[in-house]
C-alpha cells in the first residue's frame, strides 16, 4: 500500500510515519514555515520520502502567494498516486486548497483529529468551518479515544462506523530518551507540570494545590516548563508563594525536557478540558506515574492506582492528596514508575498504533479495490 501522510505538525505525525514505513510504502508531506526541520530532521526514518511547502513569509497558507507551492505538490501526489491520504490537522488552514484537490481526484482519505473540538481559548469560527468539511469529506475517522469517539459521533453527528479509537501511543518519547543521562537522578521533591500553557490545562488550580502540598511537604517544589498565553496571570497567582515554583516559560527542547523528566518525581496534567495528551507517554517513557484530571480521553491512558492517580477537574484539593501520597510514598511511587513504562511498551508501541492504523487505511481503500468510485 502507497500511503501518503500530510500534516502541519511535527512531532506524532513522524513518530507514526516512521513506524508505518516499516510495513508499506510512505510519503510524508509537511508544511512549514522553515527551510529544515531543525531537532525533527534527525527523527525521520530515511525509509519514508520527504517533501517540505515551505513557506518563506509569515502569511496564511491559503494566500494566493502559496499558490505555486500548492501546484508543485499537487503534480507530486499525482505522481506518486498514493492509495490512501492520511491527514493531521492540527491548525487547519492548510488544508483549504488542499480538500477540494483530494475530493476531486478521489483519492481515500483517512483524518486523525487529535482534538475533536477546539481547545478552551483557541476556537475560530473559520476553524469550525474547514474542519466541518475535514469531517465530512473523510472516509474514515482516528480520534485517541472511546470518549473522543462518542464525542465525535454524538455532538457532529459522525456514523460511528466511520470514527476509530486508536491511542496516542509512544507520542515523542524517542526523541526525549535521545537525550536521557545515567547520572541524573530524582531531585528531591519535584512535581512537574509540562507542554503548552493555555486556559484549558489547568494550571491554575495547580497554583492553588501548591499550599496544600508544600503545608505537608515544605520542600516540594512546582516546575512549569512550556509556554503558550500570557504566563503573567500566572504569576500574579503565584503570589508572595513564588519561592515555591521553578519556572522555564519557553518552549523546551528535547535535551532540557529530557532533564526535567529525569528529575521530577511525578507529572501533573490538571486540565480543566482536554482530548488527550501525549505528556502521559512521555512521562511513562521515564518510568514516571501521573496525577491526570478526568477529562476527555485522557484517563483512558491511565490504570488508576497503578500508573497514576485520577482527580476531578478543578478540584485542588482532591489534586494535592494524590500529589501528596504520590511523593509520601517512594516504594509506591517508583512501583508505579516501572508499572507506567511497561503499559507504555506493551499497550502504546508504535508497531501497535501502526497496524491497527493500517486496518484503517484498509478499511477507506475497501471501495476502491472494489471497483467503486
Known amino acids: ?83 490512501v491520504i492520511h491527514i493531521q490537522p492540527g491548525y487547519v488552514t492548510p488544508y483549504i486548497p488542499l480538500l477540494p484537490f483530494i475530493k476531486i481526484k478521489r483519492y481515500p482519505l483517512v483524518t486523525t483529529f487529535h482534538d475533536v473540538k477546539s481547545h478552551l481559548g483557541v476556537e475560530t469560527l473559520p476553524g469550525n468551518f474547514i474542519r466541518y468539511w475535514i469531517r465530512k469529506w473523510s472516509d474514515e475517522i482516528i480520534v485517541h479515544g472511546e470518549k473522543l469517539k462518542e464525542q465525535m459521533v454524538k455532538e457532529f453527528n459522525v456514523p460511528a462506523a466511520k470514527v476509530h479509537a ?38 491554575e488550580y495547580l497554583i492553588k494545590a501548591e499550599p496544600l502540598i508544600t503545608e505537608e511537604l515544605p520542600d516540594a517544589r512546582i516546575v512549569i516548563a512550556g509556554a503558550g498565553e500570557d504566563f503573567k496571570k500566572y504569576e500574579t497567582m503565584m503570589g508572595d508563594r513564588r519561592e515555591h515554583f521553578i519556572v522555564h516559560n519557553y518552549r523546551i527542547p528535547y535535551q532540557e525536557g529530557a532533564e526535567l523528566l529525569q528529575r521530577c518525581s511525578l507529572v501533573v496534567l490538571p486540565y480543566v478540558e482536554a482530548s488527550q495528551s501525549g505528556v502521559v507517554p512521555t512521562a511513562y517513557g521515564f518510568r514516571k506515574p501521573v496525577v491526570v484530571t478526568d477529562v476527555g480521553s485522557v484517563p483512558e491512558a491511565v490504570e488508576e492506582g497503578k500508573t497514576g492517580f485520577i482527580v476531578p477537574p478543578r478540584d485542588p484539593e482532591a489534586l494535592a492528596r494524590a500529589v501528596i501520597r504520590l511523593l509520601r510514598d517512594e516504594k509506591l511511587r517508583r512501583q508505579m514508575g516501572e508499572n507506567a513504562y511497561r503499559k507504555l511498551k506493551e499497550d502504546f508501541s508504535w508497531d501497535t498504533i501502526a497496524q491497527r492504523t493500517i486496518e484503517v487505511y484498509n478499511k477507506a481503500v475497501a471501495p476502491r479495490r472494489r471497483g467503486h468510485t
Open 1 to 83: 500500500m502507497k500511503i501518503l501522510c500530510i500534516s502541519a505538525l511535527f512531532d506524532y505525525p513522524i513518530q507514526l510515519a516512521n513506524a508505518l514505513s516499516d510495513k508499506e510504502t510512505v510519503m510524508l508531506a509537511m508544511f512549514t514555515m522553515k527551510k529544515s526541520l531543525d531537532e525533527y530532521s534527525a527523527s525521520i526514518d530515511e525509509k519514508m520520502a520527504l517533501y517540505l511547502l515551505v513557506s518563506s513569509q509569515a502569511r496564511p497558507w491559503h494566500h494566493p502567494a502559496n499558490w505555486p507551492l500548492y501546484m508543485d505538490f499537487f503534480r507530486q501526489i499525482s505522481k506518486y498516486s498514493p492509495d
Open 166 to 203: 486508536i491511542h496516542i501511543g509512544e507520542h515523542e518519547v524517542a526523541p526525549f530518551k535521545k537525550y536521557e543521562r545515567p547520572d541524573i537522578e530524582e531531585d528531591g521533591n519535584l512535581i512537574l507540570f509540562f507542554g503548552r500553557i493555555h486556559e484549558y490545562k489547568g494550571l
